[in-house]
């Protein structure tokens, strides 16, 4: 049947802010403090995502979160109206109320990890939230994605979203920033690479090792896969130490082409023979490995070359790199994409988006997105409200100049009216997507 791999984004919070609140992440600690621009984040994602759907392909939108969330601060023994809960919060625990008001849920990679149909026992999608357990602010995420998830894929004919695994440093799991899947066809049964960072509890870096073994073989037999057309590989030490967090920051793929980093992983040489021995003839894939004295570590970090969508363009034979704008301020960068595109290789074309109010905090264009492949009869299972359009991009574009702040300083997430102005909106976004009722923590209180 045929397949299309579908980009669905993270809408930019009404609290995105610059809290410096992710140890090893070198861009969100550079930009901690400075003033933020949530309206403008919100609309330059918004237009990448219009941008993608013009082209043709299938691009969906996942709501962001409730901030702040004051469960956290509830839980954390917190008492009285919500709005006491939050100036007592900022008073007694600022790190903690800093947290809660994150909005780190717009990077849609880390939301779950995904196996299309083709690829499990049982012939449906599967989606596991991810638990985001290594840092606090973006632990709080797990169950409402799962709700969003279930709002987008709900038909339990087609998909299947678990919950994520355990909140324990053993089963750390970050979602499909580090997933890979190679493939001949995108509805053909392809190839699912896993790359984590630890094995279990060992803490052996400077910088965390956010992805664990244990979790990324949990969720491989939880979706139900083929043990012999699955590679888990160790993230490279030098990647981690560098400031990549995620391996999306040193690697991406597509259909049968894998672009990443000499550093990348642990073994490249034994991630290339596991990747060719789990394809099996039934695709040859490509392998485009960028040397450090091609690109060095430290200008992968900061252009974020990586953190590129690999994506397939209409009428295109070869793939397109969606690029940070960034990468053009990099000059290793400039000289190896026009290099990279030069030759007879798998990507013909390389393309700048900005999307710098992310990129401050340390997410390019492909932390923004989850990829999802979907059957024509999966695609007609999603919820149509949540899929890109003309109607919805004029609706959202409306929404979010009506309800952003332009500008916001850490002092102002101590202003309880944040809370009202998150609530109205929110409440705006669920009849806009379809949310469906009780959705927000708010609503269900």
């Known amino acids: 049947m045929s ?38 984040g919100a609309l330059q994602g918004l237009a990448k995502m219009k941008w993608l759907a013009d082209a043709g392909l299938v691009q969906g939108v996942l709501p962001p979160q409730e901030r702040p969330f004051l469960g956290l601060l509830r839980d954390a023994g917190f008492a009285g109206t919500d709005r006491t809960v939050l100036e007592q919060g900022w008073k007694h625990a600022p790190a903690l109320t800093a947290a809660s008001c994150s909005a780190a849920s ?43 998830l279930q709002a987008a894929f709900g038909d339990p004919k087609h998909f299947c979203v678990h919950g994520p695994l355990p909140a324990h440093s053993s089963f750390a799991d970050e979602g499909a920033a ?47 896969l083929d043990m012999s057309r699955t590679v888990f590989a160790r993230q490279g030490s030098r990647a981690i130490e560098a400031g990549a967090f995620h391996n999306d920051v040193v690697c991406v793929g597509t259909r049968n082409c894998l672009f990443f980093h000499e550093t990348a992983f642990e073994n490249t040489a034994q991630v290339i023979a596991d990747i060719n021995k789990a394809a099996d003839g039934r695709f040859e894939p490509v392998f485009v490995e960028v040397s450090e004295q091609d690109v060095p570590i430290r200008d992968v970090i900061t252009s974020y070359l990586f953190n590129s969508m690999l994506v397939e363009w209409p009428g295109e034979a070869r793939l397109v790199l969606i690029a940070p704008a960034e990468c053009q301020n990099t000059p290793s960068v400039v000289r190896y994409c026009e290099k990279l595109v030069a030759g007879n290789g798998p990507i013909g074309r390389v393309e700048f988006v900005d999307v710098r109010q992310s990129m401050r905090n340390g997410g ?82």
């Open 3 to 40: 397949s299309v791999e579908a980009n669905f984004d993270g809408l930019v919070g009404l609290t995105h802010n610059y809290g410096g609140l992710s140890f090893g992440n070198l861009a969100s600690a550079k930009n901690q403090g400075e003033i933020s621009r949530p309206r403008e």
């Open 106 to 148: 717009m990077w849609a990679a880390n939301a779950a990890t995904v196996s299309p149909s083709a690829d499990t026992v049982d012939g449906r999608m599967h989606f596991t939230a991810a638990n985001l357990s290594t840092m606090l602010h973006r632990s709080i995420e797990g169950p409402q994605t799962q709700r969003a």
């Open 364 to 445: 390019g264009p492909a932390c923004l997105r989850l990829r999802v492949v979907l059957t024509e009869d999966e695609l007609a299972a999603v919820n149509p409200s949540m899929l890109m359009n003309d109607q919805l991009f004029a609706r959202l574009q409306t929404w979010i100049n009506k309800h952003y702040r332009e500008t916001l300083s850490l002092q102002d997430l101590a202003d309880p009216a944040i809370i009202d102005e998150g609530r109205t909106a929110l409440g705006d976004l669920t009849g806009i997507l379809a949310l469906g009722s009780g959705f927000y923590p708010f609503q269900r209180s």
């Open 178 to 224: 580090n997933h890979v899947r190679l493939c001949a066809d995108h509805g053909a049964p392809g190839v699912e690479l896993f790359v984590y960072g630890r094995e279990g509890d060992e803490t052996n870096l400077a910088f965390p090792a956010r992805q664990t073994l244990r979790s990324v073989r949990s969720i491989a037999r939880s979706h139900g």
